[in-house]
C-alpha cells in the first residue's frame, strides 16, 4: 500500500486549499482513511476520518470548515480545507487502516499566513 498527498500549500487566512491523497495497492472504498496533521513542537493529532461506510467525524477545531470525501474511480481520498486559520499550519498526513496495519503518506506543508 502506498498513499501520495499533495495541494498543500502557502495561503492567506480565509481561503481554502484542497488535500489530495491516492492511494495504491488498495481500494479507498475498502478501508477506514483519515487525515492527521502535526504542527512545530506538537504532537500528531487526528484531523479527520471517513469508514468504509462513509460516515465522518472531525475534531472539533475544523468542523464546519474541513470536509473529508473520497472519490472511487480515481482512487483518491480529499480534504478540502476552507476559512484555514494560522492555527491549521502543519504537515498533513493521510492515513489508512487495512487488515489491521496503518500506513501515512508522507506529509504535504500547509501554511497559513495571518
Known amino acids: 500500500v502506498q498513499l501520495q498527498a499533495s495541494g498543500g500549500g502557502l495561503v492567506q487566512a480565509g481561503g481554502s486549499l484542497r488535500l489530495s491523497c491516492a492511494a495504491s495497492?488498495?481500494?479507498?472504498?475498502?478501508?477506514?482513511m483519515g487525515w492527521y496533521r502535526q504542527a512545530p513542537g506538537k504532537e500528531r493529532e487526528l484531523v479527520t476520518v471517513?469508514?468504509?461506510?462513509?460516515?465522518?467525524n472531525y475534531a472539533d477545531a475544523v468542523k464546519g470548515r474541513f470536509t473529508i470525501s473520497r472519490d472511487n474511480a480515481k482512487n483518491t481520498l480529499y480534504l478540502q480545507m476552507n476559512s484555514l486559520k494560522p492555527e491549521d499550519t502543519a504537515v498533513y498526513y493521510c492515513t489508512l487502516v487495512a487488515a489491521g496495519r496503518r500506513y501515512w503518506g508522507q506529509g504535504t506543508q500547509v501554511t497559513v499566513s495571518s
Open positions: 471517513i469508514t468504509i461506510g462513509g460516515a465522518t
Open positions: 495497492g488498495t481500494i479507498v472504498n475498502s478501508n477506514a
